[in-house]
């Protein structure tokens, strides 16, 4: 099946470049090549942003990344799961795929929460936001983070190869199979650490 008949595939793609933008800048500002015009950052050796009274735009944008990336990877039938889509246009890469999704598996439920308490929904007592950030109790910036672009490396992989089979372009056909099996590598050796 070629990936442009697939509906919810063309979905998927849609967010995952708009989740590429998202990790862009939020990478960008990470490694100090973008500033924002307004806002302070928060660094490693700032006190707690609510200790200090300050709101880090660096901050708000790592909460809508890990919300927009719930977005991508939502365990229900009626949202939008990368993984289930990416089985179904391109079966033969199950193994890779699954890598990917069990290295995601064990904060994708936090996520949710994070997503809908803190990230887009919101709460209305501090109660009830408290359970967002059982996502960061349990599991670290780095995890979530790698995970994440691992999750990243495979979509734009599996993508890429479906465009270079199309132009029936070997070259880019081999360049994207070898990103596909370094993100399944890469999920398997984090699964392993973790």
């Known amino acids: 099946m070629n990936a442009t008949e697939h509906e919810e595939l063309r979905i998927f793609a849609e967010r995952f470049m708009h989740f590429m933008n998202l990790w862009t800048i939020y990478k960008d500002m990470l490694t100090g090549h973008y500033k924002p015009s307004y806002g302070e950052m928060l660094t490693a050796s700032d ?19 890990y919300a927009y990336f719930y977005s991508l990877v939502e365990d229900s039938d009626e949202g939008l799961n990368g993984f289930r889509v990416w089985r179904e246009v391109w079966p033969r890469e199950k193994a890779a795929i699954d ?26 007592t501090r109660s009830h936001e ?9 599991h670290s910036g780095t995890e979530v983070y ?9 979509g734009a992989g599996l993508l890429g190869l479906d465009r270079a089979t199309f132009q029936k372009n ?25």
Do not use: C, Y
């Open 99 to 124: 890598a990917v999704e069990t290295r995601v598996a064990p904060f994708r439920d936090r996520l949710r929460l994070f997503r809908n308490r803190m990230g887009f929904h919101g709460s209305r």
């Open 47 to 65: 006190p707690a942003p609510i200790d200090n009274g300050k709101w880090p735009v660096n901050i708000t944008m790592m909460f809508v990344l």
């Open 170 to 194: 070997p070259e880019e056909q081999q360049r994207f199979r070898a990103w596909i099996d370094e993100a399944a590598s890469g999920a398997v050796a984090q699964s392993q650490t973790a």
């Open 130 to 138: 408290a359970a967002a950030f059982e996502l960061f109790d349990k």
């Open 146 to 154: 790698d995970a994440m672009r691992i999750f990243k490396h495979l």
